[in-house]
Each structure stands twice: as C-alpha cells, then as structure tokens.
T-cell receptor, first 114, second 115 residues
Framework: AQSVTQPDIHITVSEGASLELRCNYSYGATPYLFWYVQSPGQGLQLLLKYFSGDTLVQGIKGFEAEFKRSQSSFNLRKPSVHWSDAAEYFCAVGSLGQGGKLIFGQGTELSVKP | ETGVTQTPRHLVMGMTNKKSLKCEQHLGHNAMYWYKQSAKKPLELMFVYNFKEQTENNSVPSRFSPECPNSSHLFLHLHTLQPEDSALYLC??????????????FGSGTRLTVV
C-alpha cells in the first residue's frame, strides 16, 4: 500500500538549533516527494520538491531535504531554526501516474523555544 | 496571493442550512482537489477533478456535493451537515501529468463551523 509516515507528531527545538524532520514512504512507482509547511489557520505552502537528479534539494526559507532511496526516506533539515519556523510540516509523495494525486503524511508540529 | 483563492475564509452554519464553498485558480492547472483537515487528524482527500471530470470520491457522505464547471473553478455544496463536519476545508490545484507541474498549490482554506 502507498503510504507516508512522519514518525514524530511533535518536535520542540531551541531557536538557533538544527532541525531534522523525518519522512518515510512506501510507494510502488518512482516517487515524487514534497515538503509543505502550514501556519495555523492557513493553507499549505510548498517548501521543496524532488523529482530526480541530485538527491539533496534546496527549498525556500533555508530548508533542504535529502532523498535516500535505500532508506525510503526524504528528511527535511534546517541548520538553524528561527522562531518563525514554528508550524506544522507535511511530507507528501506522488507520481505522474496517479492523476496528480498526492499522499500526505500525518504531519509534524514544530515548536521553537526562545 | 497563492494563485488559489478560497471563499469564504470562515463560515458558520446550522445543521439545516445549505451553503457553498468556492475555489478558484488562475494558474492554468488541470486538476483540482478538496481536502478536509480536522484538528489532530491527517489531511483527508475528499474529491479529485481532472479536466473538470471527477476522478475520485473517497467515500464522502452525500451531504457534500462537489461541482467543477470549468478547470478554474471548484465548488463544494454543503447541506444538512453534522457538527463533526466542522473543519478546515482546503482546495488545491496542480498540473497533473507533468513532472514540473506535479505538486499542489493550496488555497488558504475555509474554516467551517457547524452549529
């Protein structure tokens, strides 16, 4: 079955500390992978996406993610977290053959301590 | 401005009311989606439209009725809702079938409260 797992429901980090949010997927076809961020009461904003090529992708707001096929993972990282990064983060997977449909993980809520 | 506009932003309705949510995209995308996001729950895909045709209905109750008159507009008609239908309803669009167009652009959502 196709699925996306974000093992951490809630993470708290100190401002200025590094961040890694985990994402594992199970997908039969060649996956396209995405990370989205959602501020309270808002829609989801695309942070970055991976289709092919370089497995380390850069996104907006200083985020990056690394695709590791052997581990079926696409973890999101940021070297130094800012208080404004507090939000919910969603990993998603899709492919060309699914009519554009994405499968989302359950999300990871990030809190940032001053 | 995300390119996908949802109206209204907030809606309070009684269980006997009929209301509609509207979604509009000016991105030239060919696919549109409705998602339900309840507190502390994963995103739930409700409906998928490709080129104005409904291609997926994830066992959504009939009190939710989608309409896609053209590739730029998507509606969700609501009637006889239940309190548990209170949630954030998100619309998204994508250019399905292309690599670079894959991935959604979301609207800001409609916060629905059923009283």
């Amino acid at each position: 079955a196709q699925s996306v797992t974000q093992p951490d429901i809630h993470i708290t980090v100190s401002e200025g500390a590094s961040l890694e949010l985990r994402c594992n997927y199970s997908y039969g076809a060649t996956p396209y992978l995405f990370w989205y961020v959602q501020s309270p009461g808002q829609g989801l904003q695309l942070l970055l996406k991976y289709f092919s090529g370089d497995t380390l992708v850069q996104g907006i707001k200083g985020f990056e993610a690394e695709f590791k096929r052997s581990q079926s993972s696409f973890n999101l990282r940021k070297p130094s977290v800012h208080w404004s990064d507090a939000a919910e983060y969603f990993c998603a997977v899709g492919s060309l053959g699914q009519g554009g449909k994405l499968i989302f993980g359950q999300g990871t809520e990030l809190s940032v301590k001053p | 401005e995300t390119g996908v506009t949802q109206t209204p932003r907030h809606l309070v309705m009684g269980m006997t009311n009929k209301k509609s949510l509207k979604c509009e995209q000016h991105l030239g995308h060919n696919a549109m989606y409705w998602y339900k996001q309840s507190a502390k729950k994963p995103l739930e895909l409700m409906f998928v439209y490709n080129f104005k045709e409904q291609t997926e209905n994830n066992s959504v109750p009939s009190r939710f009725s989608p309409e896609c008159p053209n590739s730029s507009h998507l509606f969700l008609h609501l009637h006889t809702l239940q309190p548990e239908d209170s949630a954030l309803y998100l619309c998204a669009s994508s250019q399905a079938g292309t690599v670079q167009g894959s991935g959604y652009t979301f609207g800001s959502g409609t916060r629905l409260t059923v009283v």
